[in-house]
C-alpha cells in the first residue's frame, strides 16, 4: 500500500512539473516560431511577421496580473463610487461641449446618444487618459504561449497582426492593457476588426489617437450589438419586501406589466411606464441594495462587458452626463 500511495504521489509531481508555467516557457521561441507559420498560414504579410513576430520575450508582468485574484471583491457600492464620481462628471460634460460637433454627427448617424459614447470612453479609459502602457503584440503572445486561453489569443493575436497588415497602426505604436485591450475604448482586436470605424475619413481606423474614430466606433459597436434609439437604458427601482431573489438577473425577462404586477415602483414612488417592453430586475449588490429596471439597451452595454457593475455604472454615467 505504501509503495502503491508513493507511487501516485510520484506521479502527480511529474504531472504538475511537466504542466507548469515554468515548464512551458522553455520552449518559448519554439512556439513563436509555430506561430509565424500560424500567421503566414492566415495570410498575414511576411513584413508584418518579421517586424513583429522577432525578439519577443514573455511579458511576466502580464502573466502575473493575468493570475492575480483580488484579495477583497468590491462591493457595487463602492465600484460606484469609484466609477461614476464628480470629478468624472465634470470632466464628461465638459469634454461633452468640447467634442459636441464630433459627438452629434455620430448620434446622428448611429442613433446611440452622445453621453452613452462618453461615459463608455470615461469609465474604459479615464477619457483615453489610461489606455495601458503594454505592447499588444507581446501581450497576446504571452497570453497565448501561457497556455490558460491558448486558442483564444492566438486568434486576437491573428487578429491584431491583420490590423498592422491593413496599415491602421504600428506594431511599435499598438499599446494596450496587458489582455491585449486596445485604444481609448479598450477594443479586442477581433473587436477592432469587426466594429471599428474611420470616423473622419482618413483611411485608418484610429482608436489610439484619433477621437472621431474612438467615438464612431463606440457607436458602431452599441449600434451593431442591438442598440434601440430613443430608448432608456434603466432605472432605479424600489422592490417589494417579498421580492424573490430568484427573478434577479439580466437573464430574466418579463414584460413591463410583470413587473408592475409585483409591486415594483419608481424610486419616486410611481408605478412603471406602461409601454409594451422586456425589462429585467438587476440588483447588482443583492436585494440589500440597489435594484434597476433595465432594458434592451442595457443588454446591449452587457454585450461591451458582461459585468452588471459596469453596465448599470455606464448608465448611471450617462444619465449624468445629460444633465
Do not use: C
Not at 498575414?44 to 517586424?51: G, L, Y
Amino acid at each position: 500500500m505504501l509503495r502503491k500511495n508513493f507511487s501516485k504521489a510520484l506521479l502527480v509531481l511529474v504531472l504538475i512539473l511537466f504542466s507548469s508555467p515554468a515548464a512551458a516557457r522553455q520552449d518559448f521561441n519554439v512556439w513563436l516560431k509555430q506561430m509565424r507559420a500560424k500567421a503566414a498560414a492566415a495570410g498575414i504579410s511576411q513584413a508584418t511577421i518579421n517586424a513583429n513576430l522577432y525578439n519577443i520575450t514573455p511579458s511576466e508582468t502580464a502573466i502575473r496580473l493575468d493570475k492575480k485574484q483580488p484579495e477583497v471583491k468590491k462591493t457595487f457600492a463602492q465600484y460606484k463610487t469609484a466609477v461614476v464620481n464628480n470629478n468624472r462628471v465634470q470632466k464628461g460634460r465638459k469634454l461633452i461641449r468640447q467634442h459636441h460637433n464630433a459627438l452629434q454627427a455620430v448620434e446622428n448617424k448611429y442613433g446611440v446618444p452622445k453621453q452613452f459614447i462618453v461615459a463608455l470612453w470615461g469609465i474604459e479609459t479615464n477619457f483615453g487618459g489610461n489606455t495601458g502602457g503594454f505592447s499588444v503584440i507581446t501581450a497576446l503572445a504571452t497570453m497565448a504561449w501561457e497556455g490558460r486561453r491558448e486558442e483564444f489569443f492566438t486568434k486576437e493575436l491573428i487578429n491584431a497582426l491583420k490590423i498592422i497588415d491593413a496599415g491602421h497602426i504600428t506594431g511599435a505604436n499598438m499599446k494596450g492593457s496587458w489582455a491585449g485591450a486596445m485604444g481609448q475604448n479598450q477594443f479586442m482586436p477581433s473587436s477592432f476588426n469587426a466594429y471599428a470605424v474611420d470616423g473622419n475619413g482618413d483611411g485608418r481606423r484610429d482608436i489610439w489617437g484619433t477621437k472621431k474614430d474612438v467615438f464612431a466606433s463606440t457607436a458602431n459597436y452599441l449600434k451593431k450589438n442591438g442598440w434601440k434609439t430613443g430608448q432608456r437604458w434603466g432605472r432605479r427601482v424600489t422592490l417589494p419586501s417579498s421580492f424573490s431573489k430568484a427573478l434577479v438577473g439580466p437573464k430574466i425577462k418579463k414584460p413591463l406589466s410583470y413587473w408592475s404586477s409585483l409591486g415594483i415602483r419608481t424610486q419616486g414612488g410611481r408605478g412603471l411606464p406602461q409601454e409594451n417592453m422586456m425589462a429585467s430586475i438587476v440588483a447588482p449588490d443583492g436585494l440589500g441594495g440597489e435594484a434597476y429596471i433595465v432594458y434592451n439597451n442595457y443588454q446591449t452595454i452587457m454585450d461591451w462587458n458582461r459585468s452588471t457593475y459596469f453596465a448599470t455604472s455606464v448608465g448611471l454615467l450617462a444619465d449624468r452626463l445629460a444633465q
